[in-house]
């Protein structure tokens, strides 16, 4: 079993049991250091900027934490597009309310920037309610900057 601490539209419960059936919600928290951004505009996926990570020693990006079995982290990797080298895996600790937690995610290989489209960023915000974001947290993801769906 691995823990795995989601940040993106994985932060979603209900998506995360779809995608890995038998990967338990495990608990959630922040991991500190940590910035949630965009980058990549120009990747594979042809959809502009995707959602990412970076250090930053002065914020923290809220997280989902699952226990992944070995049987759902293939698809996890494919859904991560890891196994297209889109974003690699690292390690990270995350406060939770139990204490510190060891956990891996995954980071977009390629650059920082661009901005979302509206789409996108609407879905994350959803995923991080449903995981039970705060309130600030929610209002700084449907604030954001972003690109019109047209």
Same mark, same amino acid.
């Given at each position: ?27 959630? +928290? ?7 951004? @965009? ?6 996926? +042809?959809? +502009? ?11 923290? &990006? @809220?997280?989902? &934490?699952?226990? &992944? ?82």
């Amino acid at each position: 079993m691995t823990l795995y601490a989601a940040y993106g539209v994985n932060l979603d419960p209900a998506l995360m049991s779809e995608r890995c059936p038998h990967s338990p919600l495990h608990t959630t +928290g922040w991991l500190d250091g940590w910035r949630l951004t @965009f980058g990549g505009e120009d990747n594979v996926l +042809g959809d +502009g900027p995707t959602t990412t990570i970076v250090p930053d020693p002065f914020e923290q &990006v @809220f997280v989902a &934490v699952y226990d &992944v079995v070995d049987q759902d982290m293939e698809a996890l990797e494919k859904w991560e597009l890891a196994d297209i080298g889109l974003y690699f895996k690292t390690k990270v600790r995350i406060s939770a309310l139990a204490g510190e937690l060891l956990c891996e995610t995954y980071v977009l290989d390629t650059y920082e920037g661009g901005i979302p489209d509206a789409r996108h960023l609407g879905a994350l915000a959803d995923a991080a309610e449903a995981a039970g974001a705060p309130d600030d947290y929610l209002h700084a993801l449907r604030t954001r900057p972003c690109r019109s769906n047209d």
